[in-house]
């Protein structure tokens, strides 16, 4: 059975969500694919997070999973294992995946809320040990070392070409299997331990449906280098965002806190140093003393950047779907990972720093003027500058994405181990229960200056402990 000419995706889904929660329906049955399968699938995933059940949805090969992939809800795609045939891309896929979820974890922003994320967090808490042991392969990067058994479990959806799903065999509530005459015929079958298993379609599932031919060697390393690099774009735009959250924060850190405690530091200097000139004899005061100016130059020299980034109002970033749509879709097609030569990586590399400027500034019509000049100038391009890339050079721009992987999960967890963040993470929780850490945090140091300044003209000798907002 091919796509159904003219359904609509909304319908689809609604059938086969009739079939899949229906009490009395048969564990095996075949229904149509929409116009639009990708988008469909997406919508099954979000419907079946939503409801608490898991979901498997086995393709017959790689190229239908970019489309797929790309049309998972952003807030959700943490939640979904997408992960291609070849066996060197797996592991690419799956660490950046991994690299994903701990960092919206770590992030934890408004769209990780909400009962998918609640019965998310809950699986990952009782699978604490696979979770643990899965972060750390992720980290050692090794290409040859196998990922943790029973990895599929830390995760609700898979998206995954049959070779893959047989592999992995992880239980799932619903199953769908996609164009179930390309696959073998021992999957034509209800899956084992599933509630349902949906026969979706027939032919090939592809933007505009239809079947495809065979896939060779080529094409089959385009789709899956498409589907790393989408991968990769999700976690460009997750660094993207965690830096531009984290610049916003310490801009409004810098004002608030970072200013006035350098102000601080230095009124508990001059403190310290009347008290050791008022006891040449105490050692102790001295010393006490040389430690409150060493912490005031300090103070100081970080006071003079808390300054200039203090300057203004700096509102808290927060980006709109439709921006962070638009950022992903223009990484992924100008990120200097694909660049073909060395003149390609450079314009390349030119337009992502652009862009992720315009991302971080909330700039929309910037990233769309971006994305104009890399349309413009790809029509530009002569084939002759551009030919078609031979697998190996497939095989480079995979190396370079896989590298790029690994530097952009490293950087997450220097982001997310520092102090600042720490103390980010504190005002986002406060914030939810309706409290502004950093204001209370700048009262406090309000009051501690005016008692500082009140002992140095003699009015007031006790001087609160300075540590309460360190």
Not at 76 to 97: E, F, G, H, Q
Not at 356 to 372: C, H, K, M, V
Not at 400 to 406: E, G, I, Q
Not at 451 to 467: F, M, R, S, Y
Request: net charge negative; charged share 25%.
């Amino acid at each position: 059975m091919m796509n159904d000419e003219g359904m609509d995706a909304a319908v689809a889904v609604q059938a086969w969500l009739a079939r899949l929660d229906a009490p009395a329906a048969p564990a095996l049955c075949q229904l149509g694919l929409p116009d639009a399968p990708a988008a469909a699938l997406a919508a099954l995933a979000a419907e079946a997070l939503a409801r608490g059940r898991s979901l498997l949805v086995v393709v017959p090969d790689d190229e239908a999973l970019p489309d797929i992939s790309n049309a998972l809800d952003l807030g959700l795609r943490p939640l979904c294992l997408v992960l291609p045939a070849a066996d060197y891309a797996i592991p690419i896929a799956l660490r950046a995946t991994l690299s994903l979820l701990k960092s919206r974890l770590a992030r934890n922003p408004d769209d990780a809320e909400g009962p998918a994320w609640a019965a998310q967090r809950a699986r990952l808490e009782d699978a604490s040990t696979l979770w643990q042991a899965a972060l750390a392969w992720s980290a050692r990067g090794l290409d040859r070392e196998a990922w943790p058994a029973e990895i599929g479990r830390l995760f609700p959806v898979h998206i995954l070409p049959f070779p893959v799903a047989q592999a992995l065999a992880t239980p799932a509530d619903w199953v769908a299997l996609v164009q179930p005459a390309r696959l073998p015929e021992d999957l034509r079958a209800a899956w084992p331990g599933a509630l349902r298993t949906l026969l979706l379609g027939g032919g090939a599932i592809s933007a505009g449906g239809g079947a495809l031919a065979a896939v060779d060697v080529t094409a089959r390393l385009r789709a899956e280098l498409e589907l790393l690099t989408q991968e990769l774009s999700e976690l460009e735009l997750e660094l993207a965002t965690a830096q531009a959250e984290i610049a916003a924060f310490t801009h409004r850190y810098a004002a608030l806190v970072g200013v006035p405690m350098a102000e601080l530091d230095r009124l508990q200097a001059e403190v310290a140093m009347r008290r050791a000139e008022s006891a040449p004899g105490n050692a102790q005061a001295r010393q006490q003393a040389e430690q409150a100016q060493a912490q005031a130059e300090q103070s100081q020299r970080e006071s003079r950047r808390f300054a200039d980034l203090g300057r203004g109002e700096a509102p808290a970033f927060a980006p709109s779907r439709d921006l962070k749509k638009l950022y992903r879709q223009l990484a992924q097609k100008i990120h200097p990972d694909r660049a073909k030569d060395e003149a390609d990586r450079s314009w390349r590399t030119q337009l992502m720093t652009e862009a992720n400027q315009a991302y971080r500034s909330g700039d929309e019509s910037a990233l769309r003027e971006i994305f104009t000049l890399w349309q413009e100038g790809e029509g530009r391009a002569p084939a002759a500058r551009h030919p078609a890339v031979a697998p190996a050079g497939l095989m480079a721009q995979v190396t370079s994405v896989r590298r790029r992987v690994a530097e952009i999960g490293t950087e997450l967890n220097r982001i997310y181990g520092s102090r600042l963040y720490e103390l980010f993470a504190a005002a986002n929780m406060a914030r939810r229960r309706g409290r502004d850490l950093l204001q209370e945090m700048a009262d406090r140091l309000e009051l501690q200056i005016a008692a500082a300044k009140a002992e140095l003209d003699g009015t007031d000798p006790a001087i609160p402990a300075v540590n309460a907002c360190r």
